[in-house]
């Protein structure tokens, strides 16, 4: 079956811009989750949602970080007055439930010059 | 919170020889442990993962350890071949709560020379 899909693959963008980054889980999968990956370095947490609601955002750098899921499926993270340290690859997991195994996706690789 | 450290960094093995991984975690009520391979590049993918009331899991060349003792688990690869070369990453979560999220290692950058 299809897996975890991200899109867009790279996004590049300048700093102070405005970037959605978009994550289809597999479907019937209700758990959700965002990681961002810095080079060299192990995926870190960034929010989970189990159905529509975020269970879990401790993990968001600050304010200018939001993430929605308003259907309980597609999730879409959102990054507000981009800086250059946001940039990152930014990778969505699912799982069936938060007991279960999680997924990757291919990761949307962000560059903010 | 949960803080989990891998060792070691690199690793470089002998086509057919074992590599060992190590990891330890801080969290006691971490009940559930992953192990992800990086190819460069690419999504993490899931290859074996043992929960806290299991102490061995094994699936063909791959084996995972675990002692709640200790609070630390391990990866076994056997007989290792080229495309086994990949980033490994260990992780600990505490499944079913209202976290659940995953709190990785370092990496540990394994190099198979044939």
């Known amino acids: 079956g299809a897996g975890v899909s991200q899109t867009p693959s790279n996004k590049v963008t300048e700093k102070g811009k405005y970037v959605e980054l978009r994550c289809d889980p597999i479907?019937?999968?209700?758990?959700l989750y965002w990681y961002r990956q810095s080079l060299g370095q192990g995926p870190e947490f960034l929010i989970y949602?189990?159905?529509?609601?975020?269970?879990?955002d401790s993990g968001l750098p600050n304010d200018r970080f939001f993430a929605v899921r308003p259907e309980g499926s597609v999730s879409t993270l959102k990054i507000q007055r981009t800086e250059r340290g946001d940039s990152a690859v930014y990778l969505c997991?699912?799982?069936?439930?938060?007991?279960?195994?999680?997924?990757f996706g291919p990761g949307t690789r962000l560059l903010v010059l | 919170g949960e803080n989990v450290e891998q060792h070691p960094s690199t690793l470089s093995v002998q086509e057919g020889d074992s590599a060992v991984i190590k990891c330890t975690y801080s969290?006691?009520?971490?009940?559930?442990f992953p192990w992800y391979k990086q190819e460069l590049g690419k999504r993490p993918q899931l290859i074996i993962d043992?929960?806290?009331?299991?102490g061995e899991k094994k699936d063909q060349r791959i084996a995972v350890t675990l002692n709640k003792t200790a609070k630390h688990f391990s990866l076994h690869i056997t007989e290792t071949q080229p495309e086994d070369s990949a980033v490994y990453f260990c992780?600990?979560?505490?499944?079913?709560?209202?976290?659940?999220?995953?709190?990785f290692g370092k990496g540990t950058k394994l190099s198979v020379k044939p």
């Open positions: 043992i929960r806290s009331n299991v």
């Open positions: 949602f189990q159905g529509t609601g975020a269970a879990d």
């Open positions: 997991a699912s799982s069936l439930s938060s007991l279960d195994s999680q997924y």
């Open positions: 479907s019937g999968h209700t758990a």
């Open positions: 992780a600990a979560s505490i499944s079913g709560g209202s976290q659940g999220n995953l709190i």
């Open positions: 969290d006691s009520a971490s009940n559930y």
